[in-house]
């Protein structure tokens, strides 16, 4: 027996060993250096996991458009899907990515201060956002626990599932979409502007938090597997969890944050393999009512201007007090300063709940 | 193939409970169905459901796994990464294995243990480690990337990541063959006149070989199944560097439910992977035992 496999898989083996070896060649021939833009340029496209079926169809739709309008010529895309922040940690080590689809501005930042971003996306068209939606409730068919709004997340006993926002990015919606609500007064209960309160209703939510999953997509299959009263998640992934036939019952609490992902050219490697004008032309595609539509109808998104965001859509309800991160000061301040900073209310919410 | 082999092996339950004789047999048979029980629970069940959600409804869900984009490029990246795991840790674990056993030098034990070390560290970590190491705008890896060698983000660092993981697999599984093997055989075989290599060749290689089969296949079924190492080193782009385990949680994306299946889809490529690694282990039990018969 040891004699057959050595005769019949050694070759085999050491042919696949050829076979790799010239893929691994082949591969070492990314352009670098002075830049003379390639009959057949390949563009790089690092998202975060969630848009995955809404980017396949954006960019096949792109590349035919491209193609009717430049002679044939096919624009390559390499894709590449993981978290947020791990993508811009990913590209901050070299992962050569000519365009990144974040899943929240400060992670584009981190990839901004590695010097990788020159242009100024923070003021670009719709801020660089392309997708919108809102934090909402996943709860059980016929909402047994009457789950309304957030002041209903801190009656005793109730089981959360939110992810961690030490790992997650989007996780740091859900916090900021609890504390706003509290600081605009929305939340019965909890006065209007009263830091302490948002900080009182955090501690409250957080003592009733489970299970802390590593992503927004890990919290929302694990509770579709049964676990927990109601997720805190994203309105959009619900929807595409509605839609592949979960009994998910979405619950859009009266004040919630908007959901902005912005999506952004990373100029120094889109510079350094001479795709930056083509990469922007496609960055820009995003923002057109085309893309609008298949990011609306492939990943259930909201319109990217806020009075907009907050009517009902084909498959999510329209939100009352709809607010962004701007309207809180930002996200600079949210993180280092009101929410996650030192002594920002959910960082002191959580030592209290868990401590 | 994988599959049908899969399938083909139903959870056995203990038979014959009837009847018990004597205590000494309602022992044996006790011991015998925990280690049933044990098995069933946590192997065997888990299995079943995931052949039940991949295969219930045919080969449908591997099918829509496999027009994903991505799909069979990511399958057959990871059966070659993983065949070329298992060669190159066949030979460089055979050598450390032989080194370690057979000379001596000081910091000898220091170093057995240090093989070990894959096996504790939480292979994320290592990959966190290799990008530190290699990462393109590290001064080791920056070097290389000056030479035109891609390491991390590219299907180099994938096997770098595995060669790490599975290192041990075939220290461990040749090093107690060859502590067992007689030196007086190979002291014979130097004294007739044969070199250090043809003494290897001729006199201990045909009696390792079974173990290093053993460890290459185990390496080859344990890089099949890797995930946290490959996620940080790959930069998992859709066919070039994305690997079968990352394409399936990316399957798992409920934005991805809609095109394919899903979930079921994931099970199925699970499966498949499964099913590669249970016909190695099939191989490797029957290398092992005819060997040693």
């Avoid at chain 1, 590349?63 to 390559?76: F, I, N, R, T, Y």
């Avoid at chain 1, 501690?203 to 929302?220: P, Q, R, Y």
């Avoid at chain 1, 309105?235 to 595409?240: F, H, I, K, S, V």
């Avoid at chain 1, 009994?247 to 510079?271: F, I, K, M, R, Y």
């Amino acid at each position: 027996m040891p004699r057959w496999f050595l005769s019949r898989v050694g070759p085999a083996l050491a042919l696949l060993v050829a076979v790799t070896g010239t893929a691994c060649s082949s591969s070492s021939a990314a352009t670098s250096g002075p830049c003379t833009p390639s009959a057949n340029p390949v563009v790089t496209l690092a998202a975060y996991s969630n848009p995955y079926a809404a980017y396949g169809k954006l960019i096949s739709t792109w590349q035919s458009e491209w193609k009717d309008a430049h002679d044939g010529q096919l624009v390559q895309f390499l894709t590449s899907f993981g978290g947020s922040t791990t993508q811009a940690q990913s590209i901050i080590n070299g992962l050569g990515a000519d365009i990144y689809a974040s899943s929240l501005a400060p992670d584009v930042e981190m990839v901004q201060q590695a010097g990788l971003i020159t242009n100024d996306w923070q003021h670009a068209k719709d801020n660089s956002i392309v997708q919108s939606g809102s934090v909402v409730f996943d709860v059980r068919p016929g909402n047994p626990k009457h789950i309304e709004n957030w002041n209903d997340l801190t009656q005793p006993g109730l089981k959360i599932l939110t992810p961690d926002p030490a790992q997650s990015g989007g996780a740091k919606w859900n916090i900021v979409a609890a504390y706003g609500a509290a600081m605009r007064g929305e939340v019965p209960g909890y006065q209007k502007g009263n830091t302490a309160d948002a900080e009182r209703l955090l501690e409250g939510i957080f003592k009733n938090v489970t299970v802390m999953d590593k992503s927004a997509n890990d919290s929302l299959k694990n509770f579709e597997s049964g676990n927990g009263d109601v997720a805190i998640t994203y309105d959009y992934q619900l929807a595409a969890a509605k839609a592949a036939g979960g009994d998910d019952v979405l619950v859009e609490p009266p004040s919630t944050v908007q959901v902005q992902t912005p999506t952004v050219v990373v100029d120094e490697n889109a510079n350094a393999h001479c795709v930056a004008d083509i990469a922007k032309q496609f960055v820009d595609y995003l923002h057109t009512k085309e893309a609008q539509d298949i990011f609306a109808s492939t990943a259930y998104t909201r319109p990217i201007p806020t009075a907009e965001a907050a009517k009902a859509t084909d498959f999510l309800p329209a939100v009352k007090d709809l607010f962004t991160t701007d309207d809180l000061g930002g996200w600079d301040q949210l993180v280092s300063d009101t929410v996650f900073g030192p002594n920002g209310a959910f960082t002191q919410a959580f030592q209290a709940a868990k401590g | 193939m994988a599959e049908i082999v899969a399938i083909e092996h139903p959870a056995r339950r203990p038979e014959g409970r009837a009847r018990p004789p004597a205590g000494a047999a309602l022992r044996r048979w006790s011991l015998r169905g925990a280690a049933f029980v044990y098995l069933g629970l946590f192997i065997i069940l888990p299995v079943g459901v995931l052949l039940q959600h991949g295969f219930g409804a045919g080969f449908a869900n591997l099918r829509d796994a496999l027009r994903t984009p991505g799909g069979s490029a990511a399958i057959r990246l990871t059966l070659e990464m993983a065949a070329l795991t298992a060669i190159i840790n066949g030979i460089f674990g055979t050598l450390l294995a032989y080194v370690l056993v057979r000379m001596r030098f000081p910091g000898r034990d220091l170093l057995t243990t240090v093989v070990d070390l894959p096996f504790a560290v939480p292979t994320l970590v290592a990959g966190v480690m290799l990008v530190a190491l290699y990462g393109p705008n590290s001064t080791v890896g920056g070097w290389f990337e000056a030479h035109g060698i891609h390491i991390i983000f590219a299907p180099l660092g994938i096997l770098l990541a595995l060669l790490f993981v599975t290192l041990p697999l075939v220290v461990r599984s040749v090093q107690p063959v060859l502590l067992e093997l007689d030196p007086a055989e190979e002291e014979a075989a130097r004294v007739l006149g044969a070199g250090r290599w043809t003494t290897f060749r001729r006199v201990m290689f045909p009696a390792l070989r079974p173990a290093i089969a053993a460890g290459c296949l185990l390496a080859f079924a344990r890089a099949l199944g890797e995930y946290g190492a490959i996620v940080i080193v790959s930069g998992n782009i859709i066919n070039k560097t994305l690997t079968a385990p990352v394409f399936i949680t990316e399957l798992l994306q409920p934005s991805a439910y809609v095109r394919t299946g899903g979930p079921d889809a994931a099970a199925a490529v699970s499966a498949v992977l499964f099913g590669l690694a249970f016909v190695l282990v099939l191989i490797t039990e029957k290398l092992v035992h005819t060997e040693r018969s």
